[in-house]
């Protein structure tokens, strides 16, 4: 199947842009603090930030030439071990292409761009979400992945993804 996880240039924000706008409407379902304006326009302060800050990384996902999502990404370091970790900020796959896969091939491309140490955080009520990640993070480190529930009833699913040279020889 052909799935392209390409970066964002700032040209394509009002993309990211429209997109976000679907995303956080699917959100509003189970989040009480994700409301429109009075415009009919849901609020989202970060997206300039990631042509700013070199520790984020905006995606589009495409399948077989259509827009099919988003990805954002930024990278973290935890200031008790000073370990840096990448952790999935938002992640979106347009409704007319869900449940084909496309959304499980964009996350594995994108271990494959960071690999290392992983976080992913599902909100509370976002079932749909939660059983996607709970497979494909299942699928990714066959089963090496540790969950916790946090504040708000976030769940977190943190993991490690080998570097090419750590998965073995190429046979
Ligand atoms: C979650 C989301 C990204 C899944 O994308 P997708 O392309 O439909 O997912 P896939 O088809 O690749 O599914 C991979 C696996 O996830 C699970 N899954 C995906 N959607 C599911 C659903 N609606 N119900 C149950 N399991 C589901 C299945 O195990 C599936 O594997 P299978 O089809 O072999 O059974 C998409 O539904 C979405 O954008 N939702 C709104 C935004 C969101 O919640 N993002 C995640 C934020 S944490």
Same mark, same amino acid.
């Given at each position: 199947? /052909? ?19 679907? !995303? ?21 302060? !970060? ?14 996902? *495409? ?11 930024? /990278? ?11 952790? =999935? ?7 007319? =292409? ?10 594995? +491309?994108? *271990? ?5 140490? *992983? ?11 939660? &059983? #996607? ?13 540790? +969950? ?8 977190? #699913?943190?993991? &490690? ?11």
């Amino acid at each position: 199947m /052909k799935v392209e996880v390409r970066p964002a240039s700032e040209q394509d924000r009002p993309v990211l842009d429209r997109l976000l706008q679907y !995303y956080l409407h699917d959100f509003s379902e189970f989040d009480q603090t994700v409301r429109s304006d009075h415009t009919g326009r849901f609020a989202y302060p !970060y997206l300039e930030f990631y042509w700013r800050d070199p520790d984020r990384f905006a995606f589009l996902i *495409w399948y077989a030439g259509q827009l099919a999502g988003l990805a954002l990404v930024r /990278k973290e370091t935890d200031p008790g071990n000073g370990e840096r970790i990448t952790e =999935l900020a938002e992640f979106f796959i347009l409704r007319a =292409l869900r449940r084909g896969g496309v959304g499980r091939l964009a996350a594995q +491309q994108l *271990w494959g761009r960071f690999p290392g140490r *992983w976080r992913v955080e599902v909100s509370a009520g976002n079932a749909v979400g939660y &059983q #996607f990640w709970g497979r494909v993070v299942q699928e990714a480190t066959d089963g090496r992945y540790s +969950q916790s529930l946090g504040r708000s009833g976030v769940r977190q #699913f943190t993991f &490690q993804i080998p570097t090419p040279d750590e998965t073995g020889p190429v046979v």
